[in-house]
């Protein structure tokens, strides 16, 4: 069984290469071979960001040395390897029986970023944050399968493994909630305005904290890195990277871990929302004439696509559904622009599946 499951990872590998905007495809290594590279380069603490980023790009392709990746014996490539198929997603669902079989055994952290990456290959749900009554999850039909009502001024939202879900509040820093709505965890420190918040699986939280910072705390809530931007949304790449709308300058940035510029180029104003995709193209969403532009790593704009009015926020999942987020209701569409659904809620700000 074993033998079967491994060789049918490695046909999916062999033909998925990916090839990124400006190469040619006799540039490209096959995927199977970049993903073998990519992990072993997980061993090593000076490449295993830009590696975890490699593989993400690849995806379904580098599912074969992900399933080795993850009977690692050293904490820290298992661990990565788990960061990486949770931000495949649904892409990366055939490893489900060798994250399940590794769970069986597995304590301590090692569970801890199993059950991340189970959680990235097995949710179908996506969580909402409304601003005036709480945090809302539903299922992929647009159905509300939970509320926790009460919750003010919470803008920025992400589900997390067993339940969980954490929220940015503008007014009220942030917290996580348990599967019962209760708060189990909270980041004490001061902010002005929790814009967006992200766990990572290493226990890590980054915060978007007004339009003047963006800062990473650990468990205990310590800063462990923080820059200073007045941005409306950001979000983490696996490379550690940050891709940024600079709400001064009208642009999008994308800055290493010093804070330096890597890539920039203008947006047009009110963007609240933002998504880096495996392509290289990024997704924002902006209220200038109501639009989600998706632009090519040089900043040419790929596409534009017209939305309901003020959309706060944007996310694609692996299968190419599109949801969008205004101040009264969310939409999903499919990879051609057909409407599935529409969840009528107010003031909604961000998404997260």
């Known amino acids: 069984m074993e033998a079967r499951s491994i060789a049918s990872l490695l046909?999916?590998?062999?033909?998925?290469?990916?090839?990124?905007?400006?190469?040619?495809?006799?540039?490209?290594?096959?995927?199977?071979?970049?993903?073998?590279?990519?992990?072993?380069?997980?061993?090593?603490?000076?490449?295993?960001?830009?590696?975890?980023?490699?593989?993400?790009?690849?995806?379904?392709?580098?599912?074969?040395?992900?399933?080795?990746?993850?009977?690692?014996?050293?904490?820290?490539?298992?661990?990565?390897?788990?960061?990486?198929?949770?931000?495949?997603?649904?892409?990366?669902?055939?490893?489900?029986?060798?994250?399940?079989?590794?769970?069986?055994?597995?304590?301590?952290?090692?569970?801890?970023?199993?059950?991340?990456?189970?959680?990235?290959?097995?949710?179908?749900?996506?969580?909402?944050?409304?601003?005036?009554?709480?945090?809302?999850?539903?299922?992929?039909d647009g159905q509300a399968i939970f509320e926790r009502k009460g919750i003010k001024t919470v803008w920025g939202v992400q589900l997390l493994p067993g339940g969980h879900i954490l929220g940015a509040q503008l007014s009220g820093g942030v917290h996580e909630y348990d599967a019962e709505g209760d708060k189990c965890w909270s980041y004490d420190g001061k902010t002005t305005q929790a814009l967006r918040a992200k766990r990572l699986v290493d226990g890590t939280t980054c915060i978007v904290d007004g339009q003047r910072q963006i800062i990473e705390v650990d468990k205990a809530g310590k800063t462990l890195w923080q820059h200073k931007a007045t941005t409306s949304c950001a979000t983490r790449l696996l490379n550690g990277h940050y891709v940024l709308i600079d709400i001064k300058a009208n642009k999008l940035r994308e800055i290493d871990r010093d804070g330096k510029t890597l890539k920039s180029w203008d947006v047009p104003v009110h963007c609240y929302g933002i998504q880096r995709l495996p392509n290289g193209n990024t997704l924002v969403a902006t209220r200038t004439n109501d639009r989600v532009i998706e632009y090519h790593p040089d900043g040419k704009v790929a596409k534009e696509t017209k939305v309901a009015h003020s959309p706060n926020d944007v996310l694609r999942l692996p299968n190419g559904t599109i949801y969008t987020a205004n101040f009264n209701s969310v939409t999903a569409t499919d990879k051609n622009g057909k409407q599935l659904w529409l969840y009528k809620a107010t003031m909604v700000g961000g998404l997260s599946r």
């Open 11 to 140: 046909l999916v590998a062999a033909s998925t290469a990916h090839v990124l905007p400006g190469q040619r495809p006799a540039d490209v290594e096959p995927a199977v071979v970049r993903a073998e590279r990519f992990v072993k380069e997980l061993e090593l603490p000076k490449k295993r960001g830009d590696a975890m980023h490699g593989l993400w790009q690849l995806g379904a392709g580098a599912a074969p040395a992900l399933a080795r990746a993850l009977r690692d014996p050293r904490p820290q490539v298992c661990e990565a390897a788990c960061a990486v198929i949770y931000e495949i997603g649904s892409s990366a669902k055939q490893l489900r029986t060798h994250i399940e079989r590794e769970r069986k055994t597995a304590k301590g952290s090692r569970k801890a970023a199993l059950d991340w990456a189970l959680h990235g290959v097995t949710n179908e749900t996506i969580a909402l944050a409304q601003w005036d009554d709480g945090l809302i999850v539903l299922d992929k």
